[in-house]
């Protein structure tokens, strides 16, 4: 293939990208993950990933895109605005993380990219590709860093500097041999916002120990949640943004435009009653289309059943 053909291609894959509603699109070379490679190494033998013992799994996959697309040449990183036009949770009330407020975001982003790839396919010609959005072993966040679409903050999620990091990650790895964007620029500076205010302790710098995380207590978790967390919940039951609220480059945050990421109909309008009395025929109708169910009604109300304890005992 030419320098020019190439060129063409990539100019065609990133307005492709704008017009299936990619804030973000960059592209990196296919290759080994070599500084990751000792980084999630390290983050594993220190026992950070919890109970999540699928981070153990696929260790060469997740560093390796040709493992996952033989014969891979880039990987195309996208970044999807979440963000949404109010907060439907209040300091005192039982609080949801802002990427679950509408449908399931595997789904959503998942079907885009299907027709992403399909559109290259249609246009350029046979190529092999595959599209991933949370959902097998990658390294999206590395990704997106080497493509120079962000960099990664000290609360390890992707920032950018026009827009923040509520965005979702996904990604198409193909044969496609394309232009390569390069990394840029840390602009957390001396910025520290992000590991003073979590709750829990997770954040040192760059690094999350997952185990301590709300976001993994609340979701991953499948087990009791230990009593050294009493207290430090600040009402999540189910995620966690405080490391993204409280960081200075998200004041540039704007609402998403996408209508399946709109609160699900009666969400908002929940109060601490409505959540104690939630019944798991209830539980399956409400959240039918979104990520929530995928703590179970069980571990839904595991979550509220623990803040209301701290609560109990706050007051006591």
């Excluded at 009330?93 to 559109?119: M, N, P, Q």
């Excluded at 390069?182 to 997952?210: F, N």
Aim: proline share 3%.
């Amino acid at each position: 293939m030419t320098t020019s053909q190439i060129e063409k291609n990539t100019q065609l894959v990133k307005n492709q990208a704008k017009k299936q509603g990619f804030e973000y699109v960059g592209i990196s070379k296919a290759e080994f993950l070599q500084e990751e490679a000792s980084n999630l190494e390290k983050w594993l033998k220190n026992y950070m990933h919890g109970k999540m013992h699928y981070m153990e799994n696929h260790f060469d996959k997740r560093l390796d895109p040709t493992k996952l697309v033989p014969g891979s040449r880039s990987v195309i990183s996208l970044l999807y605005n979440y963000f949404p036009k109010q907060e439907l949770f209040s300091k005192n009330d039982y609080k949801i993380s802002k990427y679950a407020y509408g449908e399931d975001y595997h789904f959503v982003i998942k079907s885009k990219l299907k027709d992403f790839l399909r559109y290259l396919q249609e246009t350029i010609g046979e190529i092999n590709g595959r599209v991933f959005v949370d959902s097998a072993p990658v390294m999206e966040r590395a990704w997106a860093k080497k493509s120079g679409i962000g960099w990664i903050g000290k609360n390890s999620l992707l920032l950018t500097k026009q827009r923040g990091s509520f965005y979702f990650l996904a990604e198409i790895i193909t044969d496609l041999p394309l232009s390569y964007d390069g990394p840029i620029k840390d602009y957390c500076g001396t910025c520290t916002r992000c590991i003073d205010a979590c709750p829990t302790e997770a954040i040192t710098p760059y690094v999350v120990d997952a185990s301590k995380c709300i976001s993994y207590l609340t979701i991953e978790l499948k087990e009791e949640i230990a009593q050294d967390f009493k207290g430090k919940m600040e009402n999540w039951i189910f995620g966690c943004d405080i490391c993204q609220d409280v960081c200075p480059w998200n004041r540039f945050a704007h609402n998403h435009q996408q209508k399946h990421f709109n609160p699900l109909p009666t969400l908002g309008e929940m109060e601490k009653a409505d959540w104690h009395e939630l019944t798991e025929e209830t539980f399956k109708k409400i959240f039918k289309k979104s990520a929530i169910k995928r703590t179970k009604f069980v571990g839904l109300k595991r979550n509220i059943d623990f803040v209301r304890q701290e609560k109990r005992l706050a007051n006591n």
